[in-house]
């Protein structure tokens, strides 16, 4: 047997740390008088199989170990391969720049210009095309802006005549959403409940005190009480409908003693469940800044409340790496990237509706785990799967050093939020 090259020893509390193996996202927790002990077994696996044969099976059962025959680079490339070439097309579609909020930390640039008919036509002429020519077996449609409820009927024309094609050719449909809801009125969510929008991502930004001084307008007293009255509803309404509560959070946020109360006032105990939540902090905040003991006090108080934990996206790779991912804009411009602004687009769509590069993104044709890349040897690659797609290319492209892999705080931090949603989502008595 032999240990695996990617595990990390993380500090969990005054007198414990996990063991957290990056490959599988598999951890235990033992107290740091066994740590030693723990190390000789990964170290020396062959040694104490017979005296230790209960905690080696718990350790092969974790990939902590493997057999001798095993390589975990070709693990991750097989991962990264399958994830990269899947057989699944996911579109973002922006049907309009403009928003009804205007959040301090948004990227965006808003503009009021929307989706022509002539414009819906040829994105519907590219989707057909594409799925046949690439033989995609799940199309997701996701509807993003810009504020995306802003273009209801857009939603619903390209929506429904996207999911009739695929029924007809044997492709599976997923609709979702990104807004901030509070356009989800009660006829929105049965046009999108009819068209199969079921996953939801919506945002708040603290408890109504913080998140009515981001996100506000002339016609509603608190956006904070409409954006979850809204929630209700769409749960309420549409059974099938899967909701990701996208909390931004700066550390105020997270010791902010009005955010749950108000949450749990707002939100039905037999709706909660129904409800992921994932707190993500506000990206010009230093991540180090961030305070474990008040993001894990919070994390604990949600899961009690009856609310789950979103984990899926925590070290996923960013689906921008994709074959078959693309984003398309009202003006039937084509990008990679929704940090890019407008001018910056490289693609369009021709008069058949394929995609033409005017300039190609480097980072398509750059293979990661490639035998000079820095990342394969990267211990932390698992944890990252290379970062941001453009930034890690510029790296490669003009020899920097990445930031990443500079940052054993940065990743401490993530193992430690991932564990706790586990350890929330699973009530793992800890």
């Not at 007198?15 to 740590?35: C, H, L, P, T």
């Not at 506000?216 to 409409?226: K, M, N, Q, T, V």
């Not at 946020?253 to 993500?280: F, G, S």
Request: glycine share 6%.
């Amino acid at each position: 047997m032999k240990t695996g090259k990617y595990i990390y020893i993380v500090p969990f509390d005054a007198n414990r740390s996990i063991f957290f193996n990056g490959i599988s996202k598999r951890f235990f927790i033992v107290k740091d008088e066994d740590i030693e002990s723990y190390s000789k077994l990964l170290v020396f696996p062959d040694n104490y199989e017979k005296t230790e044969g209960t905690r080696i099976e718990k350790l092969k059962a974790g990939n902590f170990v493997y057999n001798d025959d095993v390589n975990e680079s070709t693990i991750l490339s097989e991962e990264r391969l399958s994830i990269v070439n899947s057989s699944i097309y996911k579109m973002i579609m922006l049907p309009t720049y403009n928003c009804n909020y205007k959040c301090w930390y948004c990227t965006q640039k808003h503009e009021k210009a929307v989706l022509s008919k002539e414009k819906l036509e040829l994105i519907k002429k590219h989707v057909t095309t594409y799925l046949k020519e690439n033989d995609i077996k799940v199309y997701i449609l996701s509807w993003f802006g810009g504020e995306p409820l802003m273009e209801p009927q857009t939603i619903e024309d390209l929506s429904s005549y996207l999911l009739q094609y695929c029924k007809e050719h044997g492709v599976r449909f997923v609709g979702s959403i990104t807004t901030n809801a509070a356009l989800l009125t009660h006829e929105t969510i049965e046009m999108l409940r009819r068209v199969k929008v079921n996953y939801y991502q919506i945002t708040i930004d603290g408890s109504s005190r913080t998140h009515d001084k981001i996100k506000y307008d002339d016609i509603h007293e608190s956006a904070f009480r409409l954006t979850l009255g809204n929630i209700v509803d769409l749960l309420q309404t549409n059974l099938q409908a899967c909701v990701t509560l996208r909390i931004n959070y700066t550390p105020k946020t997270l010791t902010d003693d009005e955010l749950l109360p108000e949450l749990n006032a707002a939100i039905p105990q037999e709706l909660r469940h129904r409800i992921k939540i994932d707190l993500q902090k506000v990206w010009q905040i230093d991540e180090e800044r961030i305070s474990m003991d008040a993001l894990i006090g919070l994390q604990h108080g949600l899961a009690e409340s009856g609310y789950k934990f979103f984990t899926e996206g925590v070290f996923a790779p960013c689906y921008v790496d994709m074959k078959h991912y693309n984003m398309l804009y009202y003006n039937g411009k084509v990008g990679k990237c929704g940090n890019n602004s407008l001018s910056e687009l490289r693609g369009h769509l021709d008069e058949d509706g394929r995609i033409v590069w005017e300039e190609r993104p480097e980072f398509m044709d750059i293979d990661i785990l490639a035998e000079n890349s820095p990342c394969r040897d990267c211990q932390y690659f698992p944890l990252c799967n290379g970062g941001c797609p453009a930034r890690r290319t510029k790296a490669m492209l003009d020899g920097s050093k990445c930031r990443l892999a500079e940052s054993d705080t940065l990743f401490e931090h993530r193992i430690l939020d991932y564990c706790w949603r586990v350890i929330h989502n699973e009530h793992i008595t800890v």
